[in-house]
């Protein structure tokens, strides 16, 4: 028995890794591809030569969107609550013949918690009318025929 024991937590400590994994999502590297975006003189075909395809398209302004997210484990002890690495959001507007007007970089340091409201929404109507018992006794009588 003790062996066994041993040996189990010999293969369990074998099967550990040390290396943190990470969860990447969307364009990568966007922060550096920034940079190479000039104002007026970049078009669209050169964002997506240089770039790729956009991972989202506005539809109230036709902006393009990219995104990068990566995501990592921060310790056993946390178990499997992930820590954001970087979330970085470019946001791209073109004008009418295709050329780059205006670009934002929004990084990790933009992002705002968003907070829950705890209130609780009371029913307006009441369950002690006629027409609620008519059509509880209708649904009882439904349910009751498929219980047979």
């Known amino acids: ?26 364009s990568r590297f ?17 964002v997506r030569k240089l770039i790729g395809p956009p991972s989202s398209i506005s539809t109230f302004n036709g902006n393009w969107i990219y995104i990068e997210r990566k995501k990592s484990n921060q310790s056993i002890f946390k178990l499997g609550k992930k820590k954001i690495l970087s979330n970085n959001v470019i946001i791209l507007e073109f004008n009418t013949m295709g050329l780059v007007v205006k670009k934002d970089l929004l990084d990790l340091n933009n992002m705002n918690d968003i907070k829950k409201a705890e209130k609780i929404t009371n029913k307006k109507y009441d369950q002690d009318n006629v027409l609620y018992d008519i059509l509880t006794t209708l649904r009882e009588k439904i349910n009751a025929s498929t219980k047979r």
Do not use: P, Q, R, W
Request: a positive charge; aromatic letters at 12%.
């Open 1 to 26: 028995m003790k062996y066994i024991l041993l040996s189990i937590i010999f293969l369990f400590t074998l099967n550990c890794s040390f290396n943190k994994v990470t969860n990447a999502h969307g």
């Open 30 to 46: 966007i922060d550096a591809k920034y940079e190479k975006i000039i104002l007026n003189k970049t078009n669209k075909n050169d």
